[in-house]
């Protein structure tokens, strides 16, 4: 489809093309005629001017030489004519030359308009290409990790432990948004990890692998903005060369410590830390791991990668962001991430969406007390002030514990369309809530939510008030047809 998007395209910026270039011929074949048409006109101006002279100048000898009563009747009546005739011609030329220019005028602004409309198709063109491009990349990737897993699958297939959950669908997005807010980071691990026992391949002892479960298994926080947690397993899985092993139980493992620290469902603090870190962890390794064995060709990386891989590892720079020919067991980890990252901000959603569930149902409908003023009153206002500090205390977790900011707006534009829907259906299901009154009502809750939107930014509330556009209309409807009728 995006193929036969950028063939239509590329016709029409042909078509363009073609039609530009008819346009500039025709622009420069009415301005020639145009200008010979002026200079006409201003030869016609000339030769009366010249001829009006030339009256004037008769009439003036013919003055002297006839008697005074004819010189005060014949040169009033002749000049009075003639004047007339001259100014009107005069008026018809000046409106000719107005005409004219304004139609040279109409002729550029067509010609910049049709510039521009071949420049936006120009641009649309490459965005396409672009977005083809990196289409093709990923389904190649996509193809080539399916095939390393059929043949591990048909092979050798690898156990799976207890609570191991396949994604069904992949974190989306997450790899473009980390990518800008990754930057040079500290961290350490501990001394029985980073010590090196020579040799091709590495394999982790157990003691190696418990170090580094007691190690991240706390809450070891983080380092200018950056979770120390995946940064330490990242690097421990890269130093033992994990990802390129065939057989190894160090991904069960991880697996099973990250599905234990979050069964506490209840605290968010948990839940936003762990969500952090594993984002995190699967960003990296979606930007370093590659299908090994299939000729794929190396994931390409930003400037802005490259330093921080430099920054983050302190390892030479050809070393830190070589990409790494993984196995089956490296790519099966990778998916389980994934479904870990869908399945904590799921647990995080449904908690917010009971919250808002609850506080919805008292803003629904305009209490008996409030009287459709502008400002509501405090026992009036505390229901939506709720949905406020729900909102203020989740993102200020988010915000603590460095959650990107794609999670966060995707999180933030769930909760307002909830809201949306909620609001929405209340009014067009329950005819006692279509009202002037309860209009007012939901207009003053839908200000308290411009307002905080207002004051959390852009960076962080992203698309969130557009969630709100249909109740917006709604409630708009109503205030302006109670003012009408």
């Not at 193809?143 to 390393?148: A, D």
């Not at 490296?330 to 479904?339: D, G, I, P, R, T």
């Amino acid at each position: 489809k995006l193929e036969k998007q950028v063939e239509d395209l590329t016709l029409r910026l042909q078509l363009e093309k073609r039609m530009r270039v008819d346009v500039e011929e025709s622009k420069t074949q009415e301005n020639a005629k145009l200008q010979l048409a002026l200079k006409e006109i201003q030869l016609q101006f000339k030769e009366t001017e010249v001829s009006l002279l030339k009256e004037v100048e008769a009439a003036k000898k013919t003055a002297e030489i006839v008697p005074p009563v004819v010189k005060e009747e014949i040169p009033i009546v002749v000049d009075t004519e003639l004047v007339e005739k001259l100014k009107s011609e005069n008026d018809n030329l000046k409106s000719m030359v107005s005409s004219l220019e304004q139609k040279i005028d109409e002729t550029e602004k067509k010609f910049k308009e049709k510039v521009k409309q071949a420049l936006e198709a120009e641009d649309k063109i490459v965005n396409l290409k672009t977005a083809m491009h990196k289409l093709q990349e990923t389904l190649e990737d996509v193809i080539n990790e399916n095939h390393v897993l059929k043949q591990s699958a048909l092979s050798t297939p690898v156990k799976t432990a207890s609570g191991r959950f396949f994604p069904s669908t992949p974190v989306k997005n997450l790899q473009n948004a980390e990518e800008n807010q990754l930057a040079g980071t500290m961290f350490t691990t501990p001394a029985r990890i980073q010590e090196s026992r020579g040799g091709s391949h590495i394999d982790p002892q157990n003691e190696d692998v418990d170090d580094l479960i007691n190690c991240v298994t706390k809450n070891v926080g983080f380092s200018q903005g950056k979770p120390v947690a995946a940064f330490t397993i990242y690097k421990c899985l890269l130093h033992w060369k994990s990802f390129e092993a065939e057989r190894t139980n160090v991904f069960d493992r991880l697996i099973q410590m990250i599905g234990s620290a979050i069964k506490n469902e209840e605290d968010n603090a948990n839940l936003a830390y762990w969500l952090s870190n594993t984002s995190t962890l699967l960003f990296m390794l979606q930007q370093s791991l590659r299908s090994g064995g299939t000729g794929a060709t190396p994931l390409r990386k930003s400037p802005s990668l490259v330093r921080w891989m430099t920054k983050g590892f302190r390892s030479p720079a050809a070393e830190a962001i070589r990409p790494v020919d993984a196995k089956a067991p490296a790519l099966h980890f990778k998916q389980q991430l994934a479904a870990y990252v869908e399945k904590i901000i799921e647990i995080m959603w449904d908690k917010l969406k009971k919250e808002l569930n609850t506080s919805l149902t008292l803003c629904i409908q305009a209490p008996k007390t409030f009287k459709g003023t502008a400002l509501m009153s405090d026992s009036t206002a505390k229901y939506w002030q709720g949905i406020i500090e729900g909102l203020d205390a989740l993102l200020s977790t988010l915000k603590e514990n460095f959650v990107p900011l794609v999670l966060i707006q995707k999180i933030l534009s769930q909760a307002f369309s909830l809201i949306n829907v909620q609001l929405w259906n209340s009014v067009m299901t329950r005819p006692d809530n279509c009202s002037f009154i309860n209009g007012e009502y939901l207009k003053s809750g839908l200000e308290k939510l411009e307002n905080w939107c207002l004051e959390t930014n852009d960076e962080y509330a992203g698309s969130s008030w557009d969630e709100l556009k249909h109740i917006r209309q709604a409630v708009g409807f109503l205030v302006c047809s109670e003012l009408v009728f």
